[in-house]
């Protein structure tokens, strides 16, 4: 099957990027957003650098702040409302993936009404809402170029998948000078979850040879830029590399997918509240160790492409340096198991079952090379917990 390739119509990449804003909303012929973002972009002064932007250049806006981690139902309802209450004919997000994530999430419903639960996938989006310029602030979650959403059912506790060309940005603003301020947690955190986004996209049973080559390339990018971004947050060349790797991992996982680390991880974040990136990064050395044996060729270019092993070196012998590595860069970034991040141990068990059957439900699993059965899936999640 020839893949169809889905990303935003124009990005610009670099430091000083964010300049840009008002000639892409004119390009476009835009003159009224809704910016959406969160209450620390708001107070840092992010939000004031984008707005007297927009003043400069007398386009007309409005903020809506008030988007919070892994973006709930009851949030993007509240923003939802706040865009039908003005003339607005764009969103721009500035933030984490979670502002960007609550702006797909209303442009959504803008379009088509009903409730998220409706969009969930493997469901349809039939129309496409308002337009959406993404600024990421976190070189992580890669959103600003993905046709994904992650919203979690504030009444179920249920992390929900919504996917479609709907979601996708139009534009992508990538400028990794707004990540120099980034706290080690957030940037160690962030950094993990697009390692895992380049290397899923890589194994996934969906992969292609155009997304096979952003994938090694983030991973490159990641894998030796990581520790110096987290030691050294003011290296710009660790930043602007993050910064690169996430983006790329981003338009490499949509188009192809992520796969059993993602949908065993949203159910721990949707429970636990665990930040996304941190309860990947838990479960990443473990999921990869029992995919190995479905795709060790994919698994050790891995390891060739992060730099831990030779290209000459031995499939299994490259395997064994990726898996070693992983679990070093869990202990070098101080990344806890879900014991040692407080996670109740029969609270953990009880919903065992729940979380298991969410994580299979959410589709991600199948694209994993060695898919598991409900009862894999329940022990890994007990090997995860520490």
């Given at each position: 099957m020839v893949p169809i390739v889905t990303m935003p119509r124009l990005m610009a990449v670099g430091g000083g990027a964010l300049a840009e804003l008002p000639a892409m909303l004119r390009r476009l012929g835009l003159s009224r957003?809704?910016?959406?973002?969160?209450?620390?972009?708001?107070?840092?002064?992010?939000?004031?650098?984008?707005?007297?932007?927009?003043?400069?250049?007398?386009?007309?806006?409005?903020?809506?702040a008030d988007t919070v981690p892994d973006p709930t139902?009851?949030?993007?309802?509240?923003?939802?409302?706040?865009?039908?209450?003005?003339?607005?004919?764009?969103?721009?997000?500035?933030?984490?993936g979670s502002s960007i994530d609550?702006?797909?999430?209303?442009?959504?419903?803008?379009?088509n009404g009903g409730q998220m639960r409706d969009y969930k996938v493997p469901a349809e989006i039939p129309k496409a809402g308002p337009p959406l310029v993404a600024i990421p602030t976190t070189a992580g979650t890669g959103s600003e170029v993905t046709r994904f959403t992650v919203i979690t059912d504030s009444e179920t506790d249920e992390k929900m998948l919504i996917a479609g060309l709907a979601c996708c940005p139009l534009v992508a603003i990538v400028d990794y000078e707004l990540t120099l301020s980034m706290p080690l947690r957030l940037t160690a955190d962030t950094g993990l979850d697009s390692l895992t986004h380049a290397i899923e996209a890589y194994v996934s049973r969906r992969a292609n040879p155009f997304t096979d080559g952003l994938a090694?390339?983030?991973?490159?990018?990641?894998?030796?830029?990581?520790r110096t971004a987290?030691?050294?947050?003011?290296?710009?060349?660790?930043?602007?590399?993050m910064m690169l790797g996430a983006t790329t991992a981003g338009m490499a996982f949509s188009n192809s997918s992520v796969c059993l680390v993602h949908g065993m991880s949203r159910p721990i974040g949707a429970f636990f509240h665990?930040?996304?990136?941190?309860?990947?990064?838990?479960?990443?050395?473990?999921?990869?160790?029992?995919?190995v044996p479905a795709a060790l060729e994919r698994y050790a270019d891995c390891a060739r492409a992060m730099g831990v092993a030779e290209e000459d070196e031995g499939s299994q012998a490259a395997v064994a340096r990726l898996l070693d590595e992983l679990r070093r860069l869990n202990e070098d970034l101080k990344v806890p198991t879900p014991r040692g991040w407080g996670i109740d141990a029969a609270r953990y068990e009880e919903l065992l079952p729940a979380m298991a059957n969410q994580a299979l439900g959410s589709?991600?699993?199948?694209?994993?090379?060695?898919?598991?059965t409900i009862d894999e899936i329940v022990e890994l999640y007990r090997r995860v917990y520490g």
């Amino acid at each position: 099957m020839v893949p169809i390739v889905t990303m935003p119509r124009l990005m610009a990449v670099g430091g000083g990027a964010l300049a840009e804003l008002p000639a892409m909303l004119r390009r476009l012929g835009l003159s009224r957003p809704l910016v959406v973002t969160d209450p620390y972009i708001k107070s840092c002064g992010i939000l004031d650098q984008a707005t007297e932007l927009l003043d400069g250049a007398q386009i007309r806006w409005s903020v809506f702040a008030d988007t919070v981690p892994d973006p709930t139902t009851t949030a993007v309802e509240a923003g939802t409302h706040h865009l039908a209450e003005g003339s607005f004919d764009s969103l721009v997000a500035i933030g984490g993936g979670s502002s960007i994530d609550t702006a797909k999430a209303m442009s959504v419903l803008a379009a088509n009404g009903g409730q998220m639960r409706d969009y969930k996938v493997p469901a349809e989006i039939p129309k496409a809402g308002p337009p959406l310029v993404a600024i990421p602030t976190t070189a992580g979650t890669g959103s600003e170029v993905t046709r994904f959403t992650v919203i979690t059912d504030s009444e179920t506790d249920e992390k929900m998948l919504i996917a479609g060309l709907a979601c996708c940005p139009l534009v992508a603003i990538v400028d990794y000078e707004l990540t120099l301020s980034m706290p080690l947690r957030l940037t160690a955190d962030t950094g993990l979850d697009s390692l895992t986004h380049a290397i899923e996209a890589y194994v996934s049973r969906r992969a292609n040879p155009f997304t096979d080559g952003l994938a090694k390339s983030a991973m490159g990018l990641i894998a030796r830029h990581i520790r110096t971004a987290c030691a050294e947050p003011g290296d710009r060349a660790a930043r602007e590399a993050m910064m690169l790797g996430a983006t790329t991992a981003g338009m490499a996982f949509s188009n192809s997918s992520v796969c059993l680390v993602h949908g065993m991880s949203r159910p721990i974040g949707a429970f636990f509240h665990v930040p996304h990136g941190l309860s990947n990064a838990m479960l990443l050395p473990e999921i990869t160790a029992f995919s190995v044996p479905a795709a060790l060729e994919r698994y050790a270019d891995c390891a060739r492409a992060m730099g831990v092993a030779e290209e000459d070196e031995g499939s299994q012998a490259a395997v064994a340096r990726l898996l070693d590595e992983l679990r070093r860069l869990n202990e070098d970034l101080k990344v806890p198991t879900p014991r040692g991040w407080g996670i109740d141990a029969a609270r953990y068990e009880e919903l065992l079952p729940a979380m298991a059957n969410q994580a299979l439900g959410s589709g991600s699993p199948a694209n994993n090379p060695r898919i598991p059965t409900i009862d894999e899936i329940v022990e890994l999640y007990r090997r995860v917990y520490g």
